[in-house]
């Protein structure tokens, strides 16, 4: 079965960095595009980066480009996200998730989730 497990988040102060993991099973984890997606408090969900099946390819939506890197490795069935320079407002639960099928692009949707990983930024 699908298994996806985020790791790696925790109470970090204003301008510290994190690396979150998301430890994968279950699929042939380099056939598949991977997201990061979080969703701070009282908000809704929103789409923060994207990564190639090989890892060549990074995706970023506007909001995240400079302080946050996306990557993989194929080896370890494994995703991470980098994020430096933390800001209060990155405090939110981080989710990585797949997309439904095999080579489909990042933005076609995605069918499994992780439960998160909570990362709580203290000014």
């Known amino acids: 079965q699908v298994q996806l497990v985020e790791s790696g988040g925790g109470l970090v102060q204003f301008g510290g960095s994190l690396r979150l993991s998301c430890a994968v099973s279950g699929i042939t984890f380099n056939n598949y595009e991977m997201n990061w997606v979080r969703q701070a408090p009282g908000k809704g969900l929103e789409w923060v980066s994207a990564?190639?099946?090989?890892?060549?390819?990074?995706y970023y939506a506007d909001s995240f480009k400079g302080r946050f890197t996306i990557s993989r490795d194929n080896a370890k069935n494994t995703l991470y996200l980098q994020i430096d320079s933390l800001k209060p407002e990155d405090t939110a639960v981080y989710y990585c998730?797949?997309?439904?099928?095999?080579?489909?692009?990042?933005?076609?949707?995605?069918?499994?989730w992780g439960k998160g990983t909570l990362v709580t930024v203290s000014s």
């Open positions: 998730a797949k997309v439904v099928g095999i080579f489909d692009p990042f933005y076609s949707g995605m069918d499994y």
């Open positions: 990564v190639s099946c090989g890892g060549s390819r990074q």
